[in-house]
């Protein structure tokens, strides 16, 4: 590389869009994120990179990378070979022809959490695939239109998305479940390349809970997916307790769009007016609805990892003693 580099620019050319000195650097746009990006890369690899640069000289980037096992926790390894790679060593190696693994829907386990990964690329769709078949049930798709079939078809808990997909991609997958009673109540994860703030509102405004920067951790990753499950979970006494769905929104409490706002409220409000009445029953409330069990049963176990039958005996409970 046919530049040289002073001490200061050396310490900051690994940030993101850093700018030199007037008069130092001839793109007055900054160094952009290419170096921040491969130094991510290289932590990753659990390894690192430096600069040596001399003015007049010239500047020698090295890369220092761990290949010995021992450098890499069991989470870090890949359990499954193909014809092109016999002998399988660290997760993050490409390999040519890679395909997902299917999990037959005979072995996916009912009181697992169920998770569909959406992504176009199959070597990273391979890879988050296994690191989630640990947990989770997994469903997999490669663009938007696949994945509305298979929430359509399956009980879905969360999708993990990347935004960039031919036919349908990220953003409009999240409106389209974001948009529809059947699916509104299913938090989603954008992951992108782009990190710019128009990129990002463009993601939020779509609906999604979460919007992860790649290239990523994927322990990180599995981290974001636990939190807002988790975070799920512990709504369930606020919205058994609330007279409506809470409106604030705080990393422990998740938001709600319109559609399961409104219907939180109407069902709160359902039971209440029919507090003594003993012939009240879930066919009264899917009649009021329109909607199907099937459907008013997921969105209550999504809502508060109830059935409905729980629900209304747990919110009569608090009313009465409210």
């Not at 998740?254 to 409104?262: E, G, Q, R």
């Not at 029953?281 to 329109?290: L, M, N, P, Q, Y």
Request: glycine share 4%; aromatic share 8%; hydrophobic share 40%.
């Amino acid at each position: 590389m046919y530049i040289s580099l002073d001490t200061i620019i050396q310490e900051n050319i690994f940030k993101k869009y850093y700018q030199t000195r007037r008069g130092y650097n001839a793109d007055s746009h900054g160094w952009g994120i290419g170096l921040a990006t491969v130094r991510k890369l290289v932590e990753i690899h659990r390894g690192s990179i430096e600069v040596e640069s001399k003015m007049g000289e010239g500047s020698v980037f090295r890369v220092r990378l761990l290949v010995t096992p021992d450098a890499f926790d069991a989470r870090c390894y890949i359990n499954f070979a193909s014809d092109s790679n016999p002998r399988p060593s660290y997760r993050m190696t490409v390999t040519e022809g890679l395909q997902p693994p299917v999990v037959p829907e005979y072995a996916k386990k009912d009181d697992r959490v169920s998770i569909l990964i959406v992504e176009d690329n199959p070597e990273l769709l391979s890879f988050l695939s296994e690191t989630f078949s640990r947990t989770y049930n997994v469903y997999n798709a490669t663009n938007g239109v696949e994945a509305l079939k298979i929430t359509s078809g399956h009980p879905v808990d969360i999708v993990v998305s990347d935004v960039m997909m031919p036919e349908m991609d990220g953003i409009e997958l999240c409106n389209r479940l974001k948009n529809d009673l059947s699916t509104s109540h299913i938090p989603v994860i954008l992951l992108t390349a782009k990190n710019d703030e128009q990129s990002t509102m463009l993601g939020f405004e779509s609906g999604a809970e979460a919007y992860v920067v790649k290239p990523f951790d994927p322990q990180i990753l599995e981290l974001r997916v636990k939190n807002i499950l988790r975070a799920r979970r512990k709504f369930m006494k606020s919205i058994i307790e609330a007279s409506e769905p809470i409106e604030e929104t705080t990393e422990e409490m998740p938001t709600f769009n319109k559609f399961d706002k409104d219907f939180l409220a109407r069902i709160n409000a359902l039971i209440e007016d029919n507090m003594d009445n003993s012939q009240f029953s879930i066919a009264d409330i899917t009649k009021e609805f329109g909607i199907s069990r099937s459907l008013l049963h997921i969105k209550m176990k999504s809502f508060a990892n109830a059935s409905m039958t729980d629900y209304i005996r747990k919110r009569r409970m608090h009313v009465r003693a409210s």
